[in-house]
Nanobody
Framework: VQLQASGGGLVQAGGSLRLSCAAS????????VGWFRQAPGKEREFVAN????????SYADSAEGRWTISRDNAKHTVFLQMSSLKSEDTAVYFC????WGRGAPGQSYVYWGQGTQVTVSS
């Protein structure tokens, strides 16, 4: 599975962005998908994930209540709607997938896409 993350950009603090994760040349049906981020000089960290069925999701504390992960299986795309963005959300955001993945903390992933840059100006 080849993943493509998109939707990043430059936004002011308090603004919103919607990231998309799509499988190029394939489908995300039956794949759980997670979003991760990596800021300069920091380790990659979990942001949110969604089960292959779409019936469960989980979020990092930093994302809980501000962001929403969802999926549109007809479009083979997973979204991360980010609102109330803060300067500390600045990072490269990656999506990852694994077949029959859960929407739960600690889920590991096999397939990783190239990231999309999110920059939040204060």
């Amino acid at each position: 599975v080849q993943l493509q993350a998109s939707g990043g950009g430059l936004v002011q603090a308090g603004g919103s962005l919607r990231l998309s994760c799509a499988a190029s040349g394939g489908t995300l049906t039956n794949y759980g998908v997670g979003w991760f981020r990596q800021a300069p000089g920091k380790e990659r960290e979990f942001v949110a994930n969604i089960a292959w069925s779409g019936t469960s999701t989980s979020y990092a504390d930093s994302a809980e209540g501000r962001w929403t992960i969802s999926r549109d299986n007809a479009k083979h795309t997973v979204f991360l709607q980010m609102s109330s963005l803060k300067s500390e959300d600045t990072a490269v955001y990656f999506c990852a997938a694994i077949k029959w993945g859960r929407g739960a903390p600690g889920q590991s992933y096999v397939y990783w896409g190239q990231g999309t840059q999110v920059t939040v100006s204060s």
